[in-house]
């Protein structure tokens, strides 16, 4: 029985260290990751306009609710100058970028070292299927 309450003190006293520890940690992250962050956005960026999230033609330059209740997003300044230049290029965060790891390579024709097996699927370009209908049974070659 002695045995027995002792081992159940050692583990209620490892889990209270753990979770004492376990919260400075988050505690300490969060003060670090909201002081930067925060002071950054506020200098740098400027709002131009707010767009609608679900219509990219819909703007406002008050933020405002869509007909759908969606908060309209705002575009910066650096954002509006890049949208002009090339439409449907995808845009992630410098800090995003470091944590999924994205590698970059110049596209080039080359031929493969190695055989690369993966899945995928084909689907056809549907401005470019055609459909054909004959006057006479057969067949188009």
Same mark, same amino acid.
């Given at each position: 029985?002695?045995? %027995? &309450?002792?081992? %159940? &003190?050692?583990?209620?006293?490892? &889990?209270?260290?753990?979770?004492?520890?376990?919260?400075?940690?988050? !505690?300490?992250?969060?003060?670090?990751?909201?002081?930067?962050?925060?002071? /950054?956005? =506020?200098?740098?960026?400027?709002? &131009? %306009?707010?767009?609608?999230?679900?219509?990219?033609?819909?703007?406002?330059? *008050?933020?405002? !609710? +869509?007909?759908?209740?969606? +908060?309209? #997003?705002?575009?910066? +300044? /650096? @954002?509006?100058?890049?949208?002009?230049?090339? $439409?449907?290029?995808? !845009? $992630? *965060?410098? @800090? =995003?970028?470091?944590? $999924?790891? #994205?590698?970059? /390579?110049?596209? =080039? $024709?080359? *031929?493969? =070292?190695?055989?690369?097996?993966?899945?995928?699927?084909? @689907?056809?370009?549907?401005?470019?299927?055609?459909?054909?209908? *004959? !006057?006479?049974?057969?067949? #188009? @070659?």
């Amino acid at each position: 029985m002695k045995r %027995f &309450l002792i081992g %159940f &003190l050692i583990l209620i006293l490892g &889990l209270a260290v753990g979770g004492v520890g376990t919260w400075l940690y988050v !505690k300490e992250q969060g003060a670090r990751g909201k002081g930067q962050g925060a002071i /950054e956005t =506020k200098q740098e960026r400027k709002i &131009l %306009f707010y767009r609608a999230p679900m219509n990219p033609q819909q703007t406002s330059p *008050t933020p405002m !609710k +869509d007909e759908m209740g969606m +908060d309209y #997003v705002p575009v910066y +300044d /650096e @954002e509006a100058a890049t949208e002009k230049e090339v $439409i449907g290029t995808v !845009k $992630i *965060t410098p @800090e =995003k970028i470091q944590k $999924i790891g #994205v590698k970059t /390579e110049e596209a =080039k $024709i080359r *031929t493969l =070292k190695r055989t690369i097996r993966t899945v995928g699927r084909i @689907e056809p370009v549907e401005n470019k299927v055609y459909n054909i209908n *004959t !006057k006479v049974a057969g067949w #188009v @070659e």
